[in-house]
């Protein structure tokens, strides 16, 4: 069955840092692009990163500079990096699988930024 | 970056009802354009990409069309599990943008 399943959420004060990841099974992630998308509490959708089948890196204006999307393929795992959190980056944070549209999420993980 | 509009933002329907959502691009996007279903706290499911093409295991009543700037998703025959919220979202550039939501309920 193809899955993916986020950890590593939780609460971080403002400038802190917090590392997502995302366990691929039923596919590499070294073969598929490789996406997370963000919904802040009550809000919609919002695209955050994509990583390439040849590494290649793109990100929303909102987190450029602060968030790094990378993978480990021996471990099937993508992972997002997120440095200088801030409130507004609170939100559910779900891994998804494809380029131009996502046909496999995650369940979503729930990173708060509050002091 | 380019903005993606839906309309309406909340819909009132009933079983059986055929719905249509509108989504509007701010520039042209091709057919570069997917659907999405959502239900609360459940992660968004695909249900149309390339403006018309119906995912695999997505029921038949569900059907996608449009290109350039207006893009509609449309339910022909409601039934009880549709009831939930509907993102469209453009892939002909980056940064990625979806539409605000469409909330379909009873």
């Known amino acids: 069955e193809v899955q993916v399943v986020e950890s590593g959420g939780g609460l971080v004060q403002p400038g802190g840092s917090l590392r997502l990841s995302c366990a691929a099974s039923?596919?590499?992630?070294?073969?598929?692009?490789m996406s997370w998308v963000r919904q802040a509490p009550g809000k919609g959708l919002e695209w955050v990163s994509l990583?390439?089948?040849?590494?290649?890196?793109f990100y929303a204006d909102s987190v450029k500079g602060r968030f790094t999307i990378s993978r480990d393929n021996p471990k099937n795992t993508l992972y997002l990096q997120m440095n200088s959190l801030r409130v507004e980056d609170t939100a559910v944070y779900y891994c998804?699988?494809?380029?131009?549209?996502?046909?496999?999420w995650g369940q979503g993980v729930l990173v708060a930024v509050s002091s | 970056d380019i903005q993606m509009t839906q309309s309406p933002s909340t819909l009132s329907a009933s079983v059986g009802d055929r719905v249509t959502i509108t989504c509007r691009a701010s520039?042209?996007?091709?057919?570069?354009l997917a659907w999405y279903q959502q239900k609360p706290g459940r992660a968004p499911k695909l249900l149309i990409y390339?403006?018309?093409t119906l995912e695999g295991g997505v029921p038949s009543r569900f059907s996608g069309s449009g290109s350039g700037t207006e893009f509609t998703l449309s339910i022909s025959s409601l039934q009880p599990d549709d009831f939930a919220s509907y993102y469209c979202?453009?892939?002909?550039?980056?940064?990625?943008?979806f539409g605000q939501g469409t909330r379909l309920e009873i």
């Open positions: 998804a699988r494809g380029i131009g549209y996502f046909d496999c």
């Open positions: 039923g596919f590499s992630v070294d073969v598929n692009y």
């Open positions: 990583i390439y089948t040849g590494g290649s890196t």
């Open positions: 520039q042209t996007i091709s057919d570069y």
């Open positions: 390339r403006a018309s």
């Open positions: 979202q453009q892939s002909k550039t980056y940064p990625y943008t």
